[in-house]
Protein backbone atom coordinates (compact mmCIF):
# COMPACT_ATOMS: atom_id res chain seq x y z
CA UNK A 1 0.00 0.00 0.00
CA UNK A 2 1.55 3.31 -0.88
CA UNK A 3 1.54 5.95 1.85
CA UNK A 4 -0.12 8.97 1.16
CA UNK A 5 1.79 12.33 1.01
CA UNK A 6 1.12 14.80 4.04
CA UNK A 7 -0.66 17.48 2.91
CA UNK A 8 1.75 20.82 3.03
CA UNK A 9 0.78 22.87 6.16
CA UNK A 10 -0.89 26.22 5.32
CA UNK A 11 -1.20 28.45 8.20
CA UNK A 12 -4.84 30.67 7.31
CA UNK A 13 -4.34 34.19 8.81
CA UNK A 14 -7.04 33.53 11.37
CA UNK A 15 -4.86 30.84 12.94
CA UNK A 16 -1.09 31.93 11.92
CA UNK A 17 0.29 34.74 10.90
CA UNK A 18 3.51 36.25 11.06
CA UNK A 19 4.09 38.99 13.77
CA UNK A 20 6.53 41.59 13.75
CA UNK A 21 9.96 40.17 14.65
CA UNK A 22 9.07 37.85 11.88
CA UNK A 23 7.96 34.81 13.84
CA UNK A 24 5.00 32.16 12.49
CA UNK A 25 2.34 32.77 15.25
CA UNK A 26 -0.59 30.31 16.13
CA UNK A 27 -3.00 28.98 18.66
CA UNK A 28 -2.74 26.67 21.17
CA UNK A 29 -5.75 25.15 19.62
CA UNK A 30 -4.61 25.74 15.71
CA UNK A 31 -0.93 24.42 16.85
CA UNK A 32 -2.47 21.21 19.12
CA UNK A 33 -4.51 20.01 15.99
CA UNK A 34 -1.55 20.28 14.01
CA UNK A 35 1.69 19.45 15.80
CA UNK A 36 3.20 17.09 13.70
CA UNK A 37 2.81 19.17 10.72
CA UNK A 38 4.30 22.02 12.86
CA UNK A 39 7.32 20.15 14.46
CA UNK A 40 8.62 18.85 10.98
CA UNK A 41 8.20 21.86 9.55
CA UNK A 42 10.40 23.26 12.26
CA UNK A 43 12.74 20.36 12.00
CA UNK A 44 13.48 20.15 8.52
CA UNK A 45 12.11 23.52 6.98
CA UNK A 46 14.01 25.30 10.01
CA UNK A 47 10.78 27.32 10.77
CA UNK A 48 10.15 29.32 14.24
CA UNK A 49 6.54 29.54 15.75
CA UNK A 50 5.32 30.94 18.36
CA UNK A 51 2.70 29.41 20.09
CA UNK A 52 -0.25 31.84 21.50
CA UNK A 53 -2.89 31.80 23.53
CA UNK A 54 -5.51 34.93 24.04
CA UNK A 55 -3.21 36.84 21.61
CA UNK A 56 -0.27 36.24 24.14
CA UNK A 57 3.21 34.60 23.06
CA UNK A 58 3.03 31.06 25.58
CA UNK A 59 5.62 28.58 23.88
CA UNK A 60 7.66 28.61 20.93
CA UNK A 61 8.97 25.51 18.79
CA UNK A 62 12.30 26.23 17.51
CA UNK A 63 14.77 24.22 15.42
CA UNK A 64 17.16 21.98 17.88
CA UNK A 65 19.97 23.98 16.35
CA UNK A 66 18.70 26.89 17.70
CA UNK A 67 17.67 25.63 21.16
CA UNK A 68 21.49 24.39 21.04
CA UNK A 69 22.61 27.80 20.58
CA UNK A 70 20.43 29.50 23.14
CA UNK A 71 21.99 26.55 25.59
CA UNK A 72 26.06 27.62 24.29
CA UNK A 73 24.82 31.71 24.60
CA UNK A 74 23.24 31.00 27.97
CA UNK A 75 26.60 28.92 29.08
CA UNK A 76 28.87 31.67 27.59
CA UNK A 77 26.94 34.28 30.23
CA UNK A 78 26.99 31.84 33.15
CA UNK A 79 30.61 31.11 32.99
CA UNK A 80 31.39 34.96 32.43
CA UNK A 81 29.20 35.60 35.51
CA UNK A 82 31.13 33.24 37.64
CA UNK A 83 34.50 34.55 36.80
CA UNK A 84 33.32 38.08 37.88
CA UNK A 85 32.10 36.80 41.06
CA UNK A 86 34.88 34.81 41.62
CA UNK A 87 37.42 37.79 41.39
CA UNK A 88 35.41 40.08 43.25
CA UNK A 89 35.33 37.08 46.20
CA UNK A 90 39.00 37.11 45.83
CA UNK A 91 39.50 40.64 46.72
CA UNK A 92 36.86 40.20 50.38
CA UNK A 93 38.21 39.14 53.20
CA UNK A 94 36.34 35.90 53.74
CA UNK A 95 34.72 35.66 57.19
CA UNK A 96 35.73 32.37 59.44
CA UNK A 97 32.52 30.06 59.66
CA UNK A 98 32.63 30.19 63.25
CA UNK A 99 32.66 33.86 63.08
CA UNK A 100 29.66 33.78 60.76
CA UNK A 101 27.49 31.51 63.11
CA UNK A 102 28.14 33.88 66.31
CA UNK A 103 26.76 36.93 63.66
CA UNK A 104 23.76 35.21 62.45
CA UNK A 105 23.23 33.90 66.57
CA UNK A 106 23.62 29.90 65.15
Known amino acids: MVKAKPKPLIL???RARASANGLRTMTAAGARSRFS???NRTAFGGER????????????????EDLA???ELEN???ARDFRVA???ARRETAVPWG?????LGL
Open 86 to 88: LKA
Open 37 to 39: EIV
Open 99 to 103: ELKRQ
Open 49 to 64: VVVTRRGKPLAALVPI
Open 69 to 71: LLE
Open 76 to 78: RTD
Open 12 to 14: EPR
